[in-house]
């Protein structure tokens, strides 16, 4: 098969369309004929050597879409010629992917591959650190850090959905006119305006930060009483102050979270719980997918690089080639 290799920890040129072995469904995986793939930001971090390892000859990729091509052992859920997207630990930038059959999702009859492959990573990270761990209810007050990214667009989308307020923090106007049509109340041009002081008066209950640094303070000032602050990235700088004072004043919550490294059990538990939470609002329009562009896996380089100048809203995917196929069946 062919796959999208990195030779060498650097920049986007190296990334190499190779000819690769194509892998074998192991007991309770099945074999995905990838038609589409999302791209990360996790994926540039991979390339780069950001996660402590040598990166030469891994395959990025943390979420396709496609059709099951073979069952492994023991694989009973799904059967040949069904459409799936999944979120994977890996290897997604390939004709070919072998996924444990519990982390895939039906592509609902209303979407297309690209659209579908945009959805297991932003779904399954909002859902697992916005909903289930930051606990946001109906009616409380929600903020999103990068309204405008792949999870921004979808946490702003499943908190309406869920009856909670949402608010966003956004690069430029036309961004943040985009997060306010998705259903934000207010989205904040960071570039022109203090956030914090432009959400002066709203007590937020849950925030969803992706940028940490000098964000952190102005956080923790703008929650409100037993609020939750949630990390998952901390884009521009690791480090934060932290006015203990103010955690104990208002029984503040800090946590964060990675999706990447959890345990098969745990992803599988999750993805059944979005397929039953979630999935429906995917067929009734309560939640869509936001594509920025595609491009066929080869131009993978280029895709990151669109992907790191931060112009884009709402996902990148790169689309793989395929002869044709008999129509697949879908969720």
């Excluded at 004043?249 to 990447?260: A, F, P, V």
């Amino acid at each position: 098969m062919k796959a999208i290799t990195i030779t060498h920890p650097g920049d986007s040129s190296v990334l190499t369309l190779q000819e690769q072995a194509t892998p074998k469904p192991a007991s309770g995986q099945v074999l995905i004929r990838v038609r589409a793939v999302g791209v990360n930001r996790s994926d540039i971090h991979q390339r780069t050597g950001g996660y402590g390892a040598d990166p030469s000859g891994q395959i990025p990729g943390l979420e396709v879409a496609g059709i099951v091509e073979a069952c492994g052992p023991d694989a009973n859920r799904w059967q040949v010629g069904d459409a799936v997207c999944a979120l994977i630990s890996g290897g997604g930038y390939a004709e070919y992917v072998a996924v444990d059959e519990r982390h895939c999702l039906p592509v609902p009859a209303n979407l297309s591959f690209i659209e579908a492959a945009s959805l297991p990573e932003t779904i399954l990270t909002v859902w697992s650190t916005v909903f289930r761990w930051g606990h946001l209810a109906k009616g409380e007050n929600f903020l999103v850090h990068g309204g405008s990214s792949g999870i921004g667009v979808t946490a702003i989308q499943l908190a309406k959905a869920f009856g909670a307020n949402a608010y966003a923090t956004a690069g430029t106007d036309d961004k943040c006119a985009f997060c306010e049509q998705l259903g934000a109340i207010n989205c904040i041009n960071y570039r022109n305006e203090d956030f914090e002081k432009a959400l002066d008066g709203v007590e937020i209950n849950v925030i969803l930060d992706m940028v940490g640094g000098d964000y952190t303070p102005k956080n923790l000032r703008l929650l409100a009483t037993d609020g939750r602050l949630m990390f998952i990235n901390a884009m521009q700088g690791a480090d934060s102050q932290i006015h203990i004072p103010t955690l104990m004043q208002k029984r503040i919550t800090i946590s964060g979270s990675m999706l990447k490294p959890r345990d098969a059990n745990f992803k599988a538990a999750l993805t059944a719980d979005i397929e039953k939470q979630v999935w429906p609002l995917l067929t009734t329009g309560q939640i869509k997918p936001i594509v920025y562009r595609s491009l066929p896996l080869a131009e993978a380089g280029k895709a990151q690089d669109l992907m790191a100048s931060s112009e884009h809203i709402g996902k990148i995917i790169l689309e793989v080639p395929t002869k044709t196929t008999p129509q697949p069946r879908r969720g």
